[in-house]
């Protein structure tokens, strides 16, 4: 089965500066990959996906995340947090169980802003 | 356009009572359906996902059980329920069989006392 590592369960970011959420992948078979954003007490929302295209991913509210086989890893970018960018982000990997597809989560990382 | 919805929103039970939340699919035939499970600290956990009609697949054997009788209908039940089972539930839908992109319904907090 394939599996998500994301790195660190908290990230504290001040209002403007860079946001980096990390995630590292298994997977034997090429993956598609996503990210995932949950505010509380609401359901997932799509962020962005890799499905083998282009390696630089664009989403949603400024997001982008880059695919690098190498290194296994689909990191997750912003450029400048906004205080509205804080909640919890979920990186899933494409997954086989028994024949049929799903999405396998890592643990989530919850982004705080501060001003 | 599609829309999921889940019930309740938000539930407090006791310990052994029974529970049953229900997730509907709207603008869709035939849709895969799944059930997560969030607890605190543990990411998302997958419960079971159905390919149609009564076809329910289980990832966690535990005193939960999942039913689909009808085709945008995915039901939740528990005959007693434990501590353990407190968390947020999460119903979703796959929209792109391409991709396997997952919609997520708003979620059903259950709390059991």
């Known amino acids: 089965a394939q599996s998500v590592t994301q790195l660190g369960s908290h990230v504290s970011v001040s209002e403007g500066a860079l946001v980096l959420l990390r995630c590292n992948y298994s997977?034997?078979?090429?993956?598609?990959l996503f990210w995932y954003v949950q505010y509380p007490n609401q359901g997932l929302q799509l962020l962005l996906k890799?499905?083998?295209?282009?390696?630089l991913v664009k989403g949603i509210n400024g997001f982008e995340a880059e695919f690098k086989k190498s290194e296994t890893s689909f990191h997750l970018t912003k450029p400048s947090a906004h205080m509205s960018d804080a909640a919890e982000y979920f990186c899933?990997?494409?997954?086989?169980?028994?024949?049929?597809?799903?999405?396998?989560f890592g643990k989530g990382t919850m982004l705080l802003v501060s001003p | 356009s599609q829309t999921i919805h889940q019930w309740p929103a938000t539930l407090v039970q006791p310990v052994g009572s029974p529970l049953s939340l229900e997730c509907t699919v709207e603008g869709t035939s035939n849709p895969n359906l799944y059930w997560y499970r969030q607890a605190a600290g543990r990411g998302l956990q997958l419960l079971f996902y159905s390919v149609g009609i009564g076809q329910i697949s289980s990832e966690v054997p535990q005193n939960l059980s999942a039913s689909r009788p009808q085709d945008r209908q995915f039901i939740l039940s528990s005959k007693k329920l434990l501590l353990s089972d407190s968390g947020f539930y999460l119903c979703a839908w796959r929209v792109d069989s391409g991709a396997n992109v997952l919609t997520f319904g708003a979620g059903s907090r259950l709390t059991v006392l």
């Open positions: 890799y499905t083998s295209a282009a390696t």
């Open positions: 899933a990997v494409s997954d086989l169980r028994s024949g049929y597809s799903t999405l396998t």
């Open positions: 997977s034997s078979v090429p993956p598609y």
